[in-house]
């Protein structure tokens, strides 16, 4: 009996999300636990796990349309299993999940990656040790498969709310020990959305995640197959440390070696533009076209306040200040995007290795790498989009670029363009791939 997939509740307010993005195809493999698809709501972004190892058959929704919550979006085939016509011809929107008919097959809900969901990876006696200790396991880190809350993570977390044993003459600005951290295993995480021709392989930038591309993602053609690659220590990728911007790039020319097949565009953002501009440094030939929005290495001068204030918050009063310095104007950022990209950052020790990151990339508030030889290599079509009101890194450092560089200065545009604009930078970058 076919696994159905239905459209999660993620708050006690949401009536309805809007299904923004397929990760799998219909008549594809998908395993439980991947990324199944991604939902948009008034306050987040959220991607929605496979509840089920088996091939998605009968999508009944397409990415853009809005689903009400309860309602069926697919289903889920073991292999072999025999795919006849939809279970569910037409069926009206719900607002929560039917109750299972007795005797029949459980339906299994899709669940929430989002570290407020009920579906919190936990063992029993974990949710127990956090239920009787008042403690959130949304605050809790885990270190079991797959993120899984294990008992001696809640006790660990118990111990350091303990209160500190009085130490005499103790300054009290003392500051706080950092946390320690252990790096992870395994790849850089990997994420695609099937379509047609040349696939855009796309790297964010510092302190973000593959998800701050999708109002761009909305902008470029609908038939534009993409790859997402998550830096490491940041969205879904594993902890990684990072001694300087050359070890960083090989990580890249590892992960771009598995998932670029053949020849592929490449778009970066900041750290994620230093980072394709020394791919198409390193692997010229499979790279088709260039494009970088507002790419580090191309000067020293870089706001390290900020970037080191987003990577170290803990709240959202702490981090929403600082992501105010990304836009040109302060209300360019809302305190509902605020809130969200907090949700991605409760685990302590991704702060602390993304901060580590930080101090080995921008010592001293400075970046500590250049990349002005690579870009005069540049042999392929290249693109470059800066926001003259960037506070993060000066916009004159475009001005490195050689002449055979299409540059495109955007007044009124910070240091994201993609999130400020995507209609501008979205048709820039769709006619760049086009030529």
């Known amino acids: 009996m076919p696994v159905e997939v239905i459209m999660p509740k993620v708050d006690m307010d949401m009536a309805s999300g809007k299904l923004a993005v397929w990760h799998v195809a219909e008549g594809e493999v998908v395993k439980k636990g991947a990324a199944l698809f991604d939902i948009e709501t008034d306050k987040a972004a959220m991607e929605v796990e496979a509840p089920a190892t088996g091939r998605l058959h009968h999508v009944l929704a397409a990415p853009g349309e809005t689903v009400a919550v ?181 990580l890249m020319v590892q992960v771009f070696d598995k998932v670029a097949e053949g020849p592929v565009h490449l778009l970066g953002h900041s750290l994620g533009g230093g980072l394709a501009l020394a791919l198409a440094d390193i692997r010229p030939r499979q790279v088709r076209t260039l494009s970088l929005i507002a790419p580090a290495g191309l000067g020293p001068e870089i706001d390290g306040a900020a970037l080191n204030g987003i990577a170290r918050a803990s709240s959202v009063d702490s981090l929403a200040p600082w992501l105010k310095r990304l836009t040109a104007r302060p209300g360019g950022i809302s305190h509902d995007f605020a809130k969200a990209a907090m949700l991605a950052r409760l685990d302590p020790a991704l702060r602390e290795a993304q901060q580590e990151m930080a101090r080995a990339l921008f010592p001293d508030g400075v970046q500590a790498f250049d990349l002005t030889a690579a870009l005069e290599r540049v042999a392929m079509p290249a693109l470059m989009i800066w926001g003259r009101d960037d506070h993060i890194l000066p916009w004159k450092q475009a001005l490195a670029a050689p002449g055979e560089v299409a540059l495109h200065l955007l007044r009124g545009i910070g240091h994201v363009p993609q999130m400020e604009d995507p209609a501008t930078v979205g048709a820039l970058v769709g006619r760049h791939l086009r030529g």
């Not at 855009?200 to 998800?211: C, K, P, Q, R, T």
């Open 70 to 250: 309860g309602r069926p979006v697919a289903f889920i085939y073991a292999e072999g299993e025999a795919v006849g016509a939809s279970p569910v011809a037409v069926e009206a929107p719900k607002t929560e999940a039917p109750a299972p008919l007795a005797g029949a097959a459980p339906v299994v809900v899709a669940t929430i990656i989002a570290p407020d969901s009920a579906d919190l990876r936990a063992t029993p006696v974990a949710r127990r040790l956090a239920r009787e200790a008042g403690l959130e396991l949304a605050a809790i880190a885990g270190t079991g498969p797959r993120g899984r809350i294990q008992r001696a993570d809640v006790e660990a977390a118990v111990a350091r709310a303990q209160p500190a044993p009085a130490v005499a003459e103790a300054p009290v600005t003392a500051p706080a020990a950092p946390i320690s951290w252990e790096p992870h295993p395994g790849d850089l995480n990997v994420t695609t959305r099937k379509g047609v021709g040349v696939p855009l392989v796309m790297i964010h930038g510092f302190a973000a995640d593959s998800h701050g591309w999708r109002p761009l993602e909305e902008a470029l053609p609908k038939e534009q197959a993409l790859i997402r690659i998550d830096l490491p220590s940041h969205g879904r990728s594993p902890l990684k440390r990072v001694g300087g911007f050359a070890e960083l790039a090989r």
